[in-house]
């Protein structure tokens, strides 16, 4: 398989396409998000040791709510941490193919930190659009987990507590995303027509076995995600596709580099 130019720009618009916000995210809406609960966790949670994390959700808005997703060491040797979850909420927003979701995010500082926006449901129904390890400063890992493909990428403007902006496009034979306005993986196997799932945004914290955990004087970490919203073609073929910006008839890449 052919790996595309990972400096390319974003491709133009072209043609005007009828598209809207779908979904803007207001972290403080119980409307939108549940806090502190998520089905990919067994049980709804609060913990997941077999995903090597020491998270202990909690519904506690001081973790989640303003858009700062923090963790904080536990007695027991678990932290809390903040997770919101668009699923079992009262709108129950879901991504669906073609759907372009867009955010700006501020990368955490400290080692054991685990970032991410991702989607799950009914136990699978993964897509990664960020996933972020400081002991790996300049390296951000994306996946597609519905047709087993993923990329790690290094790039200088990403480092412990920068701004990076992301955006990816959930096409139904490309999931492709873009770093800061530069496209920088077509995974060239998508999401087929028919896929949604709902939306997590959370903190995780690692348990040592593939990163490595928080150092003994760190008590606590955050991230943040200042803005993220959900776009929708309303003139997108069946396929789900979105015909600006999906490039679905790119030549797929190769499917990951090594990580550092």
Same mark, same amino acid.
């Given at each position: ?22 979904? #803007? ?55 809390? #941490? ?36 991702? #989607? ?28 087993? =493909? ?68 760190? =008590? ?13 073609? =309303? ?7 979105? =015909? #600006? ?16």
């Amino acid at each position: 398989m052919t790996d595309p130019l990972p400096d390319s720009p974003v491709p133009e618009l072209g043609v005007p396409l009828s598209t809207s916000v779908v979904f #803007t995210a207001d972290f403080t809406s119980t409307a939108q998000w549940v806090a502190g609960r998520s089905w990919a966790y067994p049980g709804g949670g609060p913990v997941n040791p077999r995903d090597d994390k020491l998270d202990y959700l909690v519904t506690d808005g001081a973790y989640s709510r303003s858009g700062v997703f923090r963790a904080r060491r536990r007695p027991d040797g678990r932290w809390n #941490t903040g997770l919101l979850t668009t699923e079992g909420s009262q709108e129950g927003f879901t991504v669906r193919a073609g759907d372009v979701l867009e955010a700006r995010v501020r990368l955490p500082k400290e080692v054991g930190a685990w970032p991410a926006i991702w #989607t799950w449901r009914d136990g699978d129904q993964e897509i990664d659009v960020f996933e972020y390890h400081p002991d790996n400063p300049d390296l951000l890992e994306f996946t597609n987990h519905v047709r087993h =493909t993923n990329r790690y990428h290094h790039a200088e403007a990403v480092q412990p507590g920068a701004w990076v902006d992301l955006r990816t496009v959930f096409g139904s034979r490309s999931v492709n995303w873009w770093l800061n306005g530069t496209r920088v993986f077509a995974d060239g196997r998508g999401v087929g027509r028919t896929w949604h799932a709902y939306l997590i945004v959370n903190l995780s914290v690692c348990a040592g076995r593939y990163h490595p955990p928080p150092e003994p004087e760190t =008590t606590e970490m955050s991230y943040e995600v200042s803005h993220l919203v959900v776009r929708r073609s =309303t003139t997108a073929s069946s396929r789900g596709d979105m =015909t #600006t910006g999906a490039c679905e008839d790119d030549p797929p890449p190769a499917a990951s580099d090594h990580q550092a």
